[in-house]
């Protein structure tokens, strides 16, 4: 099949990674699919990552890192990648969390298949050492703009995107949920995402406290439907409530 001749970009971001960022590392090199760029750029990490990563970039030459001179946070790390990289596909994974082998050939195989240009799949979760847990998320068929503005659903470990029929892009500057900005300024254009429901990717939860960090999530996604998308209040409200309802679902 044709897509097998595609270069896939590779887009991860890292700040203080060193603890995990070789294991994300890896399950790149173990991908079936041999055609990809790993572009890994490095948000001025105090930890030992940058060292970590140089060595990692002399042992395989499609390994690309770059050291920002200033913290940007993920948004801009990202779009440095996106400016470098030079694949047609685009696919994301953060430097904590995992793909499985067949990633890349599954999904690929998919978009070529049904013509698809936006993906993600279904992903389960993991400890921070690493240990599966029963927990999952698993991917409906599809997701529109409107989908997504009330299920937000889409894991970015999860995503690859066609830039020869998207177009290119970059993530909006906010210091966090810039990927589902993203994915609504790509679904406002008249694209559709496609949900495969293999699991293909880990997702790793970190040390930080659950309660927080749901609190953190919800402000930053009413911060994207008022500022970002510019939904009126009411609008927002509705949005906002199908969104919690179901952010409570996937944690059930």
Same mark, same amino acid.
């Given at each position: 099949?044709?897509?097998?001749?595609?270069?896939?970009?590779?887009?991860?971001?890292?700040?203080?990674?060193?603890?995990?960022?070789?294991?994300?590392?890896?399950?790149?090199?173990?991908?079936?699919?041999?055609?990809?760029?790993? +572009?890994?750029?490095?948000?001025?990490?105090?930890?030992?990552?940058?060292?970590?990563?140089a060595e990692w970039a002399k042992a395989d030459e499609r390994i690309h890192f770059i050291n920002r001179k200033e913290n940007g946070g993920a948004a801009m790390a990202?779009?440095?990648?996106?400016?470098?990289?030079?694949?047609?596909? +685009?696919?994301?994974?953060?430097?904590?969390?995992?793909?499985?082998?067949?990633?890349?050939?599954?999904?690929?195989?998919?978009?070529?298949?049904?013509?698809?240009?936006?993906?993600?799949?279904?992903?389960?979760?993991?400890?921070?050492?690493?240990?599966?847990?029963?927990?999952?998320?698993?991917?409906?068929?599809?997701?529109?703009?409107?989908?997504?503005?009330?299920?937000?659903?889409?894991?970015?470990?999860?995503?690859?995107?066609?830039?020869?029929?998207?177009?290119?892009?970059?993530?909006?500057?906010?210091?966090?949920?810039?990927?589902?900005?993203?994915?609504?300024?790509?679904?406002?254009?008249?694209?559709?995402?496609?949900?495969?429901?293999?699991?293909?990717?880990?997702?790793?939860?970190?040390?930080?406290?659950?309660?927080?960090?749901?609190?953190?999530s919800a402000q930053k996604t009413w911060f994207v439907y008022r500022e970002i998308e510019r939904l009126n209040l009411a609008k927002a409200a509705w949005c906002f409530?199908?969104?919690?309802?179901?952010? +409570?679902?996937?944690?059930?």
């Open positions: 099949m044709s897509f097998l001749k595609e270069l896939v970009s590779v887009i991860m971001p890292s700040y203080n990674s060193k603890d995990y960022i070789s294991f994300s590392i890896e399950s790149v090199l173990k991908q079936t699919y041999p055609n990809w760029e790993l +572009i890994i750029v490095d948000d001025c990490s105090t930890d030992g990552t940058p060292d970590l990563l990202r779009n440095t990648a996106l400016d470098y990289s030079s694949g047609r596909y +685009i696919a994301f994974l953060d430097s904590d969390d995992k793909w499985k082998p067949n990633k890349l050939e599954l999904q690929l195989r998919f978009m070529e298949e049904n013509n698809y240009a936006f993906t993600f799949t279904s992903y389960e979760y993991i400890t921070k050492d690493g240990e599966q847990l029963e927990k999952q998320v698993h991917a409906p068929r599809i997701i529109s703009y409107q989908d997504m503005l009330k299920n937000t659903i889409v894991g970015c470990l999860t995503v690859i995107v066609d830039r020869s029929i998207i177009g290119s892009f970059h993530m909006p500057n906010i210091r966090t949920r810039q990927d589902l900005a993203t994915w609504l300024s790509i679904l406002k254009k008249g694209h559709n995402a496609y949900g495969m429901k293999e699991i293909l990717a880990e997702y790793r939860i970190g040390n930080d406290s659950i309660s927080n960090n749901k609190w953190k409530s199908h969104y919690a309802y179901h952010a +409570i679902r996937k944690r059930i």
